[in-house]
């Protein structure tokens, strides 16, 4: 029980003061389509990630796309003749398995409405393995009757209340002209008008919102109607990418646009991975990787445009966001990447409603599945279910307390405000970066080379007021601390896992350096840690506190 006996909570002999820590890193996670959810592996996977890492939305691709069944223009002809029907008829057989999976989960969909089913496309398989058909319809009266009824289908099976609290995102990166939208800008923002208001004249509070678009850019590529690579010729030749004024793609124009129709928008919803591709003079694609600080300072150039707009209050989401878009990025497999998604999430906390982590897991079939259980995948865990040291940083992350009480250049200590209990997280961002971001890599030996970079940082604090002889646990993922990858490559990366080599990396990639410190008799914590490069830190309360 709390006491109300005990001192005020002090750091370093000072007394705090507290703000709210908004958890951006935990309401929202991605998913790579809808079909996916219909694996029991799949299913396994989200469960153990709600329960450990907080999980509050998903949003995935393909809620519309052929393998879901919604939009039905035929019976289906097997090996007879494929007959098609008078009128359009929708299902949701399908949909309602993978919804009714979330919503008995706790978990709210973030809807992605998206792709074009087949037969309302007017080109098809613009993309990814499962061909995806990402254009505009050739019938807008028969989309939006396909929206209307899929929104009363969940009412009628979850109840309006509950469909109030979803949010609905209208396409995905419509700019990336051919592969997610072969129309023009004007196609997509009237498309996004006939969506919001035929959902507005279901219930004016259902909360919708886009334009979904990719990335920021330092360019006027996408000023016109679709993309015109000649603007970006001096991106790609730029010797200092850092040293451009990049910019949200699409969002100064929606708002403009929607403001002119007085067309409703809940939300602004763009993508923030800190990279680009921008094409030269001589035709071929330049990567460019930013600087470790690209996402929060996007972030509040985002915001400040918002305030400045007809929609001040809008909120901000971020529907996909990693260090890097690729599904082939062996970076995504290492204590790097936890170690940079960790500094990221903390940065940011407080200019995004959400930053929704893409994805949390390998199976993830856009580029069909991955060669070998580490393969550089978007996931918080392999196909196997093994955590990757992402995952281990999300679980410290969600640990945190929904108060701040002091911020340092090196992590947080935060405090429940129901419980009074304590809950800190650090991190050892090596110095030796110089403000770089992790980057990319095309192979887990390519990775290497940012395991040299140091030096060692000493985390010390003393944190009073606590209840006397509270234990707290001690939390350390390092390089070969929790880190399964590496394990993996040390058996010799073997293309297909044994059953006896599955459950071991399952056991390595949890073995964290764990320890236990205790409160003195007065109430005062020693925190004294030694993090080598890379390492992430969780300190929290084992017993109950004040």
């Known amino acids: 029980m709390a006491s109300t006996s005990l001192p005020a909570t002090t750091i370093d002999d000072r007394a705090t003061e507290s703000t709210v820590l908004p958890h951006v890193w935990s309401l929202c996670a991605g998913a790579g389509r809808a079909n996916e959810a219909l694996r ?6 989200f469960r153990e990630a709600v329960q450990r890492l907080g999980f509050r939305y998903l949003r995935f691709h393909g809620i519309f796309h052929d393998d879901m069944f919604v939009y039905r223009g035929s019976y289906g002809g097997g090996f007879g003749p494929d007959v098609p029907l008078e009128t359009p008829v929708h299902t949701y057989s399908y949909v309602d398995k993978v919804f009714d999976f979330l919503v008995d989960l706790g978990v709210r969909p973030f809807v992605e409405l998206g792709f074009m089913p087949r037969e309302l496309a ?26 209307v009824r899929t929104v009363e289908h969940w009412i009628e099976r979850y109840g309006l209340a509950e469909v109030r609290e979803w949010r609905f995102e209208v396409w995905n990166e419509p700019n990336l002209v051919p592969h997610f939208w072969t129309g023009t800008k004007t196609e997509y923002f009237e498309l996004y008008a006939r969506t ?37 010729h001096a991106t790609a030749a ?87 878009p690729s599904s082939r990025d062996h970076i995504h497999d290492t204590v790097f990447a936890a170690t940079y998604v960790t500094r990221a999430y903390l940065r940011s906390a407080d200019l995004a409603d959400s ?29 196997q279910g093994i955590h990757k040291p992402t995952f ?7 640990r945190l307390g929904d108060r701040l009480i002091a911020s340092t250049e090196r ?24 403000g770089r971001s992790v980057g990319s890599r095309t192979s887990y030996e390519a990775t290497r080379d940012l395991a040299g970079m140091g030096p060692e940082q000493h985390v010390r604090h003393t944190i009073g007021g606590l209840e006397p002889g509270a234990a707290y646990a001690v939390e350390i993922l390092a390089p070969g601390r929790g880190d399964a ?3 993996w490559s040390a058996i010799g990366g073997p293309l297909n896992l044994s059953r006896a080599e599955a459950a071991y990396l399952r056991e390595k990639g949890d073995a964290l350096h764990r320890q236990t410190i205790v409160a003195s008799a007065n109430g005062t914590l020693e925190i004294d840690l030694a993090l080598a490069p890379w390492a992430v830190a969780s300190v929290f309360a084992l017993s109950a506190a004040r």
């Open 40 to 45: 029991a592996d799949w299913q396994e996977q």
């Open 122 to 147: 007017t080109q098809t398989e613009t993309v990814f393995w499962w061909g995806a058909h990402c254009s505009p319809p050739k019938d807008m009266d028969r989309w939006v009757e396909l929206v």
């Open 196 to 232: 919001v208001l035929a959902i507005k004249a279901i219930d004016p509070e259902l909360k919708v919102g886009g334009p979904s678009t990719s990335v920021f850019v330092p360019d006027e590529r996408y000023a016109g109607e679709t993309e015109d690579r000649s603007a970006e």
């Open 238 to 324: 730029a010797t200092d990418p850092d040293a451009l004024d990049w910019r949200p793609v699409w969002i100064e124009d929606f708002l403009l646009w929607c403001a002119e129709r007085e067309l409703p928008v809940d939300f602004i919803s763009t993508h923030l991975y800190p990279t680009d591709f921008a094409f030269g003079a001589n035709g071929e694609a330049v990567s460019l990787t930013r600087y470790a600080d690209a996402t929060p300072d996007d972030l509040a150039v985002l915001r400040r445009l918002i305030r400045a707009s007809a929609y001040p209050d809008a909120e901000v989401h971020i529907t996909e966001w990693s260090s890097s």
């Open 355 to 383: 930053i929704s982590y893409w994805t949390f897991t390998d199976i993830f079939e856009e580029g069909g599945a991955g060669l070998g259980p580490f393969h550089g995948g978007f996931g918080l865990v392999n196909e």
């Open 392 to 398: 281990h940083a999300f679980a410290m992350l969600n």
């Open 411 to 434: 992590g947080v200590i935060s405090q429940h405000s129901a419980t009074g209990r304590i809950a800190a997280l650090f991190y050892n961002y090596p110095d030796d970066m110089n």
């Open 485 to 487: 990858a590496e394990a």
